[in-house]
């Protein structure tokens, strides 16, 4: 049960990082847009503050779910297959901001 717990707790302090980040994008007064991708020059945004607050609330709601789906972790036993729900859940919450960023906000704010 110990490592579940502490498993699960390793998962939400990633999953509060996302969400650190979101808050820390959202209330930027920087007048710079925030990149999405690691190490990616940022395209021209038209409307920087608007763009910022897109991406901080994606940030945010990404922690959120990511945080939901390390509950399985919880559950103590460590040969346990609702891991599975852990990692497959994650792979497509990461596939879905993805797409999220590049149909949504980079499309809505790119110049």
Request: aromatic share 14%; hydrophobic share 60%; net charge positive.
């Amino acid at each position: 049960m110990a490592g579940g717990i502490i498993g699960f707790a390793v998962w939400a302090v990633f999953g509060a990082a996302f969400i650190v980040l979101g808050i820390y994008v959202s209330l930027s007064k920087k007048e710079r847009a925030f990149g999405f991708w690691a190490n990616a020059k940022v395209v021209p945004i038209t409307d920087v503050t608007g763009y910022n607050r897109a991406l901080g609330r994606l940030w945010r709601v990404f922690g959120a779910v990511f945080i939901l789906l390390g509950l399985p972790l919880l559950t103590g036993s460590q040969n346990s297959p609702f891991i599975m729900i852990s990692i497959l859940g994650a792979m497509f919450a990461s596939i879905a901001a993805m797409v999220i960023y590049e149909l949504g906000i980079l499309r809505k704010y790119r110049a």
